[in-house]
């Protein structure tokens, strides 16, 4: 049994303006798990990811993290911020050094490490972030996806236990994305946890261990992937779409081709292996 990182009770978030961002929302994280937060805008991703990280404060409710109420003095709020790292969603709130490498830079060195280990951390950042080529450029000639990867080599070079990222992929191509997806992966086997958010079905469906489905601020279900996919009224009423791997799997069952007492395949090398094994009966359905 993983031990529990974050333990959110009954946490609600009221904006200044009187939005209420998050409603009663009760959660708990384990370790070394790989979370997706899935939601259209406006559900309360961003907000509940600002929690975690303590920069947000609940209106009500409370959040512990390993154990203990998380506080908001300076002191409380540097420890937790050793441990859980945040990617901002727009990379303009992350990043204010002069050049590339200044920037990967400064969380490493502000935690005090010796200069040889910034330099090793720093440079194994960028080298996940395909970030080494521009380590020199003012950070404000970057185009939005090459900031984004600076953002998050920032991050990782600070090593943190917990790494949180507000819609990582958004801006990014599809190289990139998979690449980031693909460093994630990486870290997460090393022990680390990610929890992210995105709108990006696909993506979550097939890359995270769990997914927690948020909808105007609360948490609608949380579970693995294919579970989760499986409550197709409450995906209906987060106003998200089914994932293309699970529709497609679901047509074939539809279709006779899989009976419904099959696993569900929860990305595309699964689905594809099995369609291959029915090969032979799939060609002899066709020609007779
Ligand atoms: P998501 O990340 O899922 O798009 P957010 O957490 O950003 O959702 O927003 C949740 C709700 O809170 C939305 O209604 C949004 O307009 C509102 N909101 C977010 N930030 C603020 C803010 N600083 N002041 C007032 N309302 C906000």
Request: proline share 4%; with cysteine.
């Amino acid at each position: 049994m993983q031990p529990i990182l974050f333990d959110i009770e009954n946490l609600t978030h009221c904006y200044a303006d009187g939005t209420i961002a998050l409603r009663n929302l009760s959660l708990t994280v384990k370790q070394g798990k790989k979370i997706a937060i899935l939601g259209n805008n406006g559900a309360g991703k961003s907000t509940l990811l600002l929690h975690l990280n303590g920069i947000l404060q609940p209106t009500n409710g409370t959040i512990r993290f390993k154990g203990r109420e998380v506080k908001y003095d300076r002191k409380s709020l540097l420890s937790l911020r050793k441990h859980v790292g945040i990617v901002f969603q727009d990379p303009d709130s992350q990043l204010f050094s002069a050049n590339v490498i200044q920037d990967i830079a400064f969380g490493p060195q502000n935690l005090g490490l010796p200069k040889e280990e910034v330099l090793r951390k720093v440079e194994w950042a960028m080298e996940q972030t395909e970030t080494t080529e521009f380590s020199d450029k003012p950070t404000h000639f970057l185009s939005l996806g090459q900031k984004k990867r600076v953002a998050i080599a920032g991050v990782l070079a600070m090593d943190p236990e917990i790494i949180i990222l507000d819609e990582p992929t958004a801006g990014l191509d599809s190289y990139f994305s998979k690449q980031i997806m693909n460093v994630l992966d990486h870290i997460q086997k090393q022990g680390k946890t990610i929890i992210l958010s995105t709108h990006d079905v696909n993506l979550a469906y097939q890359w995270a261990d769990e997914i927690i489905i948020m909808h105007d601020g609360e948490i609608l279900c949380y579970g693995d992937p294919v579970t989760v996919f499986e409550q197709a009224h409450l995906i209906r009423k987060a106003h998200l779409d089914a994932p293309w791997v699970m529709e497609t799997f679901q047509f074939l069952v539809q279709e006779k081709f899989f009976s419904s007492n099959e696993a569900i395949p929860q990305n595309k090398e699964e689905l594809f292996q099995k369609i291959s094994s029915i090969k032979s009966w799939n060609l002899g359905k066709i020609s007779g």
